[in-house]
């Protein structure tokens, strides 16, 4: 386990513990991810998001009637929570247990229709590049990326990359992007890749 990985299995400060992850009054992150999702997504589809923590998200999508929800997660404790907090959604979902590093490597080609990141890549160390190319393996068509892409380096837990130039090298076209307009999320930047 990297030092990244040891971290985020058991953060010890308070607002990345899986208990805020929980917290209603971030709904509207899940919202904005939803509202993209409409415009790509039919409900059916396999949808993966990878590092979802306690699952709001998915729990969103969940509630929205999305049927097909998938979620890699490093932190098990973050998804004994989820059972607790969202025991519908985590029933009628796929969730592993396990780093992305580890998980999506082992995933089929083209599994997914759809493959979210949101605020997780950027916590990727640069010797994990190589799950980038792993990522746009396993998406059929589209990848949803709501990442902090700034070139600063915060700490040894930020490793922010201009993702465009990642996953356009790596054969997937931008279709649509934007500064995240979600309060707290503004210096993010949301991007809509399509597999080519």
């Not at 010890?12 to 992150?29: G, I």
């Not at 999508?61 to 049927?67: I, N, R, V, W």
């Amino acid at each position: 386990m990297n030092p990244q990985q040891e971290y985020w299995s058991n953060p010890r400060d308070k607002p990345n513990k899986p208990e805020a992850y929980a917290k209603r009054e971030l709904n509207n992150r899940s919202h904005f991810l939803f509202k993209i999702l409409e415009k790509y997504s039919h409900r059916k589809n396999h949808i993966l998001e990878i590092g979802c923590n306690v699952g709001r998200n998915l729990n969103y999508l969940h509630e929205k009637g999305f049927l097909n929800l998938h979620g890699i997660e490093l932190n098990a404790h973050a998804v004994e929570l989820m059972k607790k907090v969202y025991p519908s959604m985590y029933e009628h979902s796929n969730i592993s247990v396990n780093s992305i590093e580890g998980a999506v490597p082992l995933l089929k080609d083209n599994s997914f229709k759809i493959v979210i990141s949101f605020a997780v890549l950027m916590h990727l160390p640069f010797e994990s590049d190589f799950v980038m190319k792993e990522i746009v393996r396993i998406t059929e068509n589209y990848l949803i990326t709501v990442e902090d892409e700034r070139q600063l380096i915060l700490g040894d837990r930020h490793f922010p990359r201009d993702y465009k130039r990642v996953f356009e090298y790596l054969g997937m076209r931008e279709v649509d992007s934007g500064k995240c307009p979600v309060k707290d999320l503004e210096s993010y930047t949301w991007r809509i890749f399509k597999k080519c």
